[in-house]
């Protein structure tokens, strides 16, 4: 159990608004994305109500012990864990909930106190006036960030909690890579790319998939791509699998020059008799010698039945 890594997994969440004011709600809506997974609410009520039937309560469950790893000591395998992809109910999965201080029968925070067993960020907005309470909440740890609505920067600084509290949430899901499977995927330089890419070319979601060692991303249409990382162990033992299965030696060649970067999917590695083998330019990973990242869209991608994207989730939604 030395060599335990979390894998990158990262998708839409749901985020709960609550105001008294419909009027500022409306504002909200107009500055971010008015997606299913952004829900606004006037009555702490039915705020309290969505956020009790969608929120995850206390600590995250470890695969580490009990009975799933017992499993998985039986099993053998490189992975363990949940594979978020095949679970549908991800989306509604409530990451945060931004409340307003000065509220009509309970406050900001006496709200967020009645829901504090939910595991999410808790962000609270406050006036000039109702600051002090924001600090004592912070350093109490009833709330994680406070903002007040007079500043100028409010809605920068909103967004940029918000896209904090959906990475949080996504770290704690997804497989665990075991025996030093993916470790490269792991690393924060890794991370770190692949984010940036994410952002660059406008993926919604990306997934680490066991069975290949590599990621897997879908845009906001559900076309699908390829992330792949490589150490220096990972471009040899890629260039002996060439070998060992009678590739071209050309093909070898070009990888151990690091020119090019196969993208063998849905094989993790060279297999005699592919129909079609992508290639991509492979990119120097930065602060780490000779490891290599690349991406790829590629077509064709068949998913387990019952993995849903957030694409094919937003059509069931308007079909509904």
Known sequence: ?????RQPVFYPVSVVFLDDSAD?????RGLFPNLPTHHFFTSQ????AFIEQRGARGAAHSPMSGEAWSEFEKKGGNALGHDALADASRFEEVAAIVVDYDMPGQDGLEFLDSVKDVNCTRILLTGTADESHAVDAFNAGLIHFYLKKSDPGMTRKLAHALANAQQKHCA???HIGVHGVGAIYADRRTNDALHALAQRERLVEYYWRPEQNAVLTFDASGNPGVFLAWDAHDWDAQCDVVTDEGGPSALREEMEGRRIMPVFWPNE?????MARVEFAEPQPLPGSPDAHYSWTRIEGVELAQECVTFAQWMRSRREA
């Open 269 to 273: 590695a060279y297999r005699p008799g």
């Open 24 to 28: 500022f709600l409306h504002a909200l």
């Open 45 to 48: 009520q039915e705020a309290r």
């Open 172 to 174: 704690g899901r997804g």
């Open 1 to 5: 159990m030395s060599s335990i890594v």
